[in-house]
């Protein structure tokens, strides 16, 4: 049987967190062993709504790759690319951008959400308007049948699939559905608290982060604000102590156990803020470590990308010269 195929991707706009690590990552160590995995960087995408910051996006390439690696993406089982040098990708963008209407772009409630963050209004770059159009292409490109993403992205998997459809109505069966595929520990709350983890909140712990960073972030942590006393009840839901030792302590019965005893009272904020740097720590700790390892050498890195891009190349070349095909636009051949 053939293997499923998987695309994801990051904007290289900043460096991956543990939020990024619950909402997609994990899911892409999984399936790397068992499927033909693409991991994609979208910088052409990062420049959309930052086409006046290009050596921003140019360094966070290097960052994002230092981090996939990191964290156990293997490139003998994942197939890394950078969306700029596949041309296909644009190429393809531009007939799809021919089935998508203006009003549907305007509809698409995380563009919306981030066109409002940004401010944009009316003043939208088109580009910025139109990448859920370029993503469709990143997805069928590769004929992907899963999609690793956070929640976020969902609206890009249902814009997708429309498109998918509106192609094979107009020019015959080409593409699939893909179908996105979201944490089932759904999203990981920033250390303030607020629902998501981000860089531009300023509430996220990286996987470059130092030691004593760890510390001094989880020490500033969200906790119950009424648990004054280490002898008062403390709420567990809402504690992101709480939440984070849920996502990340492997060990359930200790967690349960200090769950009972905070509610209870006699438990202090500082002792499960212990727990929690100790199981950070040992998580992040090695994956620092080969990262540093991986930045003395950012040539033999860029090469991994390079290698894996010329082999995505391939992959979107067929599909491609498919599509055109089923438009009647293959000349010459
Ligand atoms: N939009 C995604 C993000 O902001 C990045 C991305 C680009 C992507 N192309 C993709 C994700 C294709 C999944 C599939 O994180």
Redo the contacts with the bound molecule.
């Keep these: 049987m053939a293997k499923k195929i998987i ?5 290289p706009t900043g460096k991956l967190h543990l939020g990024h690590y619950i909402g997609s990552l994990t899911n892409r160590l999984k399936l790397q062993d068992e499927t033909e995995e693409y991991v ?1 960087i ?1 910088d052409a ?1 990062a420049l959309t709504d930052n086409a006046d910051n290009p050596e921003k996006v140019r360094q966070n390439v290097l960052e994002l790759m230092l981090d996939y690696l990191a964290i156990g993406l293997d490139p003998e089982k994942t197939t890394f690319l950078v ?1 700029s040098m596949i041309p296909e990708l644009p190429e393809l963008t531009v007939y799809f951008l021919n089935l998508v209407t203006l009003a549907r772009l305007q509809r698409n409630p995380t563009v919306k959400n981030e066109m409002k963050q940004k401010g944009y209004g009316a003043n939208v770059p088109a580009g910025f308007l139109t ?1 859920p159009i ?2 469709a292409a ?2 069928l490109a590769f004929k ?1 049948d899963l ?1 690793p ?2 929640e ?2 969902l609206p ?1 998997i249902e814009q997708t699939n429309e498109i998918a459809d509106t192609f094979n109505r107009f020019y015959g069966p080409v593409f699939k559905h893909a179908k996105a595929l979201v944490s089932s520990t759904g999203r990981l709350p920033g250390i303030d608290g607020k629902a998501k983890m981000s860089k531009s909140l300023g509430n996220a712990i990286y996987f470059s982060d130092s030691e004593k960073t760890i510390r001094d972030q989880v020490m500033e942590m969200y906790t119950d604000p009424k648990h004054i006393h280490v002898k008062d009840k403390g709420k567990v839901e809402g504690n992101v102590v709480f939440t984070y030792l849920d996502a990340f302590d492997s060990d359930k019965s200790v967690v349960e156990a200090l769950k009972k005893q905070y509610r209870k009272g006699g438990l202090g904020d500082v002792e499960i803020k212990k727990r929690l740097i100790d199981v950070l720590e040992s998580l992040i700790s090695p994956i620092r470590q080969k990262r540093e390892r991986l930045a003395k050498d950012p040539k033999a890195v860029m090469g991994i990308l390079e290698k894996g891009t010329k082999k995505a190349r391939e992959a979107t070349k067929k599909t491609l010269a498919e599509a055109k095909a089923a438009m009647k636009i293959d000349y010459f051949r």
């Design positions: 695309l994801t991707g990051d904007r994609m979208a995408q969306q990448y370029s993503q990143d997805i992907a999609v993403v956070g976020d992205q890009m």
